[in-house]
């Protein structure tokens, strides 16, 4: 799942993942799960994250690879936050030949309602799920307290979208040509995101002959 900081990845890709009943693979998740246990990986990935940098291409592709190596994420998986870069985009197709056809979904929001949503996103600082508008006071899944995440100040926002724009938009160019590339309008209710994430996909099924 491509899209700028703050499209909604996150929120639709755990969606996704529930409904076809396949592991939800966060990059952003993982690393900050590794930097609040204190592990090498986090301490190497912290000031990258504080100031709205991307963590090297070495170091993410690994993690994702050994995670796409787990039992769980052998009939499908969803990725979240990955790739961010071409050489990212270039080390999945190398995974993905040997296990069948990636659908890429763009989500599209403009960069005014982006800065809006990182402004008031809240997660979970027990257990990182992300609070949605109507659970403002403890987590859902387990009762933790809610806080902004560090990266969502106003100026590490900035930072990050310019990173976006120069790093990640580029694999925009680069899967449009595929017949299982969608772009999905992000700038609507969740619901109505999700619906048109269940008709792009049985459409880029259809056109590419993935398995649903
Ligand atoms: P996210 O939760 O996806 O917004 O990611 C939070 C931060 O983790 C990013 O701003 C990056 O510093 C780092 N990160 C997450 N995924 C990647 C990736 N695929 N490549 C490099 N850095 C990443």
Redesign the pocket.
């Known amino acids: 799942m491509l899209g700028p900081?703050g499209a909604g990845?996150?929120t639709q890709a755990e969606r996704l993942a529930v409904q076809h009943g396949v592991p939800k693979i966060?990059?952003?998740?993982i690393?900050?799960r590794a930097v609040q246990a204190g592990t090498a990986l986090g301490g190497s990935?912290k000031q990258?994250?504080d100031s709205?940098?991307?963590?090297?291409?070495d170091?993410?592709i690994g993690i994702?690879r050994e995670r796409l190596a787990c039992a769980d994420a052998q009939a499908g998986f969803v990725l979240?936050?990955?790739?961010?870069?071409v050489i990212?985009a270039t080390a999945l197709d190398g995974v993905m030949a040997a296990r069948g056809v990636l659908i890429v979904l763009d989500i599209v929001v403009p960069e005014d309602v982006l800065v809006q949503r990182l402004a008031s996103r809240r997660i979970c600082s027990a257990c990182g799920a992300n609070a949605t508008a109507d659970t403002r006071q403890a987590c859902l899944k387990c009762g933790g307290p809610l806080v902004m995440?560090t990266?969502d100040g106003a100026g590490i926002v900035r930072e990050?979208l310019k990173?976006y724009q120069r790093q990640t938009r580029p694999l925009v160019e680069y899967y449009a040509p595929r017949p299982t590339f969608r772009s999905i309008d992000g700038n609507q209710v969740p619901d109505a995101v999700t619906e048109a994430i269940d008709s792009a996909i049985a459409s880029a099924v259809a056109a590419g002959g993935a398995r649903q």
Not at 26 to 29: A, I, M, R, V, W
Not at 80 to 85: K, S
């Open positions: 900081p990845k996150g966060s990059t952003g998740d690393l900050r990935a990258a994250i709205g940098n991307l963590v090297g291409d170091a993410v994702v979240d936050g990955f790739p961010r870069t990212q995440r990266d990050r990173v």
